[in-house]
């Protein structure tokens, strides 16, 4: 049986008929489906069976892995004077059901019942010998006097006994807590920020009172303390492009790809707005989104209205979108100019003078250059190598609005071939520009600080890899106006020289990658696809992230090592923890008449039912001067987020095979289905022309009735080759007309009947954002 059709018969089986609308799959696999549901005992021991078993969520599971370590991390950083005002202390995950979000007397009550809860004197006694708490190297930390024992319920009840019975925490509980509320589709859940001004020495103690108190509550299913976040280039241009020095065929004058008519979402430290490629003499920033602006279209300062010096969000910015104005106005070519020069950004003040990064609610972030932007670039976050409460927030924002891509970090603590060290998708790659420095090997090298995969739950990380080893972007100098590239010469690696700022780390890598999408966003907006040339009748205005994602991962190239600078280069292999699918490559990923030797199928927004098949036909066609050798071809999907601190995070299981020959291909490297990844790529070499191929998606155990997906194919498909000759009339930038069918269509039939056993590969992780952080 499917998960699908496990939950039917569960809910079947229910006493109450809402039994749906109050649970959530957790775990999903060909043997076992689990659900959280938030029930009545009573009725939950009823189904319990043969073919049900039910286990109670006591308030030791309810917290994830690492909790205890980062209460104890962040206090000591606010002690130690590092925050100063809001730190974000606990995720709350509200079960299946709760309306707390929309119901201000269910949120009331829900923050009475904890304020009465945590005011107890007699809240120790409740607490179980049988509760079984995570972190066992607690009992060896300065909070508790059962240091020699072994029961983690001792240490529990010593915590609450020393900083709760006395009421040393009740000011704490009573002044300095703040509350929120809210949901994505579906998926409540509450943040709970602690006021750290005037923190004492036994803040600690009550922190982790909080978090105990919260876990016991019978309306939440999980709890998380957040770490703080931290912060985590026109080079980048050619070597997304192309990988050749100088050469950037998308910005060619009869192409224009280079982001125009998109808007980029940033959030970081800050842009200084008098740098050259960000200022504008006609408009003053605003929270207000102001599209005629040049480049700047809204600004919101939820820490503050500027940069510090040379500070990341400046950096980061110009990465992405930074173009040159002299004057504010008049733009040119700079040195630095971002990957998508044409694109505009929204961006969300989220950082101090000092570059500490304080993020406001989820849902105020992500509203950043709404309903304009479709991307947004967050090059901050933790070191954290699990699924957490964020990445759930992520996965089910993109799931509820399904053209939204989210890119962020990977981390920067990858040195020594360092693995399970990646928290999230982006990864860096050595540059080969002016700015990079001399040792550099180049841009088939990942570089050495780039965190490793895999994550703690098998997930493939990073997904790709960007250019981050050094790139050139924009200075901010707060106390200068119109700061721009130097009179002479070049920046050296890592130094500053006028406007101009080299830095390295995934930081670098994540906008870069999201300059990318803006461009594949472009493409499919201006009427590209199919034909390779601007067609009005072609538009697509409103690709899904899926398609975006899929089409860059679709064509990334491999590195062929890491260089690990005076330990030397380490050997990578295709799909491993330090590249996974490999380096961007928009040559390999785009079409573009007569620029680039790759014609592009797509099928966006696909939808399959539980345990149905869909089949698609390929021709290879090298009629028209196209020689491309490979074939490459991807699936990807977003879903609903899973239960943070997963192990096992993947919900619905699609399965990807190519069938050539009579011979079935599986993806990612596997010779066997991959139940762990939502990404699947297959790639066929050495094919011929003339060659078919059968594309077949099989959706093996969905946890709902249905998914949606998108299929990405790239190969010869009867276009024009690089350097084809193309009519007068298509040279112009509306010139052109659509391709018309041919054998190279891809041509898709749906069968429900299961497959026999031809497995699929997949690499990739529930989570579709795309992260990196600064070294």
């Known amino acids: 049986m499917s998960g699908y059709q496990r939950i039917n018969m569960l809910a079947e089986n229910f006493p109450s008929d809402d039994y749906l609308d109050h649970s959530k799959v957790v775990f999903n696999t060909d043997e076992l489906t689990c659900q959280m549901a938030h029930v009545f005992p009573s009725e939950a021991i009823e189904v319990e069976g043969n073919d049900f078993i039910v286990h109670p969520i006591v308030a030791s599971m309810k917290m994830i892995a690492g909790t205890l370590a980062s209460v104890r991390e962040g206090i000591e950083a606010m002690n130690a004077g590092n925050r100063t005002d809001h730190f974000k202390l606990i995720n709350v995950d509200f079960c299946p059901g709760v309306v707390i979000d929309s119901d201000v007397a269910y949120q009331e009550e829900w923050i009475e019942n904890l304020t009465s809860l945590i005011l107890s004197s007699v809240y120790p006694s409740e607490i179980s010998e049988s509760y079984y708490f995570t972190s066992q190297a607690y009992l060896e930390s300065d909070f508790t006097t059962a240091s020699n024992q072994t029961s983690r319920s001792l240490f529990w009840k010593d915590i609450l006994e020393r900083f709760q019975k006395d009421e040393t925490c009740n000011e704490i ?89 998109q808007v980029v979402a940033v959030s970081d430290t800050g842009i200084d707005p008098d740098n050259c490629y960000f200022w504008d003499v006609n408009n003053e920033r605003s929270e207000k989104i102001n599209l005629d602006a040049r480049k700047v279209v809204q600004y919101i300062p939820f820490e503050n209205n500027d940069d510090y010096h040379l500070g990341h969000g400046t950096h980061v910015a110009g990465i992405i979108a930074g173009k040159r104005a002299t004057d504010g106005e008049t733009e040119n070519n700079g040195a630095a100019d971002g990957s998508a020069p044409g694109a505009k950004l929204a961006f969300a003040d989220v950082g101090d003078k000092l570059g500490f990064i304080y993020i406001p609610t989820y849902e105020e972030l992500l509203a950043t250059g709404s309903p304009y932007a479709k991307i947004h670039s967050m090059s901050w976050g933790v070191d954290i190598n699990l699924y957490t409460t ?213 099928f966006d927004r696909e939808v399959i039912g539980d345990q149905e098949s869909i089949t698609y036909s390929f021709t290879i066609d090298r009629s028209q001067g196209c020689t491309n050798r490979n074939v490459s071809v991807t699936l990807i999907w977003n879903e609903r987020g899973s239960i943070p601190g997963c192990m096992t995070c993947l919900l619905n299981n699609l399965d990807l095979t190519v069938m050539k020959d009579g011979v079935a291909f599986f993806p990612n490297g596997l010779n066997r289905p991959d139940n762990l990844n939502n990404n699947e790529r297959i790639i066929l070499t050495d094919v011929n022309d003339g060659d078919e191929f059968t594309v077949v998606v099989n959706a093996k155990s969905l946890s709902g009735r249905k998914q949606t997906y998108s299929l990405i194919s790239t190969g010869c498909y009867g276009g024009i080759g690089i350097g084809g000759d193309l009519k007068e009339s298509e040279k112009f930038v509306n010139g052109g007309s659509s391709v018309s069918s041919n054998g190279g269509t891809g041509v898709s039939t749906k069968n429900s009947a299961s497959l026999p056993k031809l497995s699929a590969i997949g690499l990739l992780f529930t989570s579709v954002g795309w992260f990196a952080y600064d070294q």
């Open 173 to 261: 509980f009573e002044n300095r807590l703040v509350y929120s509320f809210a949901r994505f589709g579906a998926n409540p859940w509450g943040e709970v920020r602690f006021n750290a001004t005037g923190v004492v020495d036994h803040d600690v103690g009550c922190v982790l009172t909080l978090l105990l108190a919260i876990s016991t509550l019978s309306n939440v299913c999980a709890a998380e303390v957040v770490k703080n976040p931290k912060p985590l280039d026109a080079d980048s241009q050619w070597t997304m492009q192309t990988g050749t020095p100088g050469d950037t065929p998308f910005f060619d004058v009869n192409v224009g790809l280079d982001g125009e008519g």
């Open 390 to 602: 964020e990445t759930k927030i992520f996965d089910d924002f993109m799931f509820e609005n399904d053209e939204f891509l989210i890119v962020v970090a990977a981390g920067n603590i990858g040195e020594g071939n360092a693995y399970y060290t990646v928290g999230e998708p982006v990864g860096s790659h050595q540059n080969g520009g002016d700015s990079s420095p001399n040792r550099s090997e180049g841009i088939q090298y990942a570089s050495g600080f780039s965190s490793r995969g895999p994550v703690r739950d098998g997930r493939m990380k990073p997904d790709v890899l960007a250019p981050g080893h050094y790139l050139l972007s924009a200075a901010s100098l707060p106390d200068e106006v119109g700061e721009c590239d130097p009179s002479f010469g070049t920046v050296e690696a890592g130094k500053t020289q006028d406007g101009l700022l080299s830095m390295k780390g995934t930081s670098m890598a994540a906008p870069a990658l999201a300059g990318a999408a803006a461009i594949v966003r472009q493409y499919f907006n201006q009427g590209f696809y199919p034909s390779g040339k601007r067609n009005d009748g072609d538009i697509i205005d409103n690709p899904s992230s899926a398609l975006v994602k899929g089409i860059l991962m679709n064509g990334a190239q491999y590195v062929d090592g890491v260089d690990n600078l005076f330990l030397g280069i380490t050997p990578v292999q295709p799909y491993d923890e330090t590249q996974n699918f490999g380096r961007i490559s928009l040559k390999d990923s785009l079409y573009v008449a007569g620029k680039t030797d790759v014609q592009l199928r797509v």
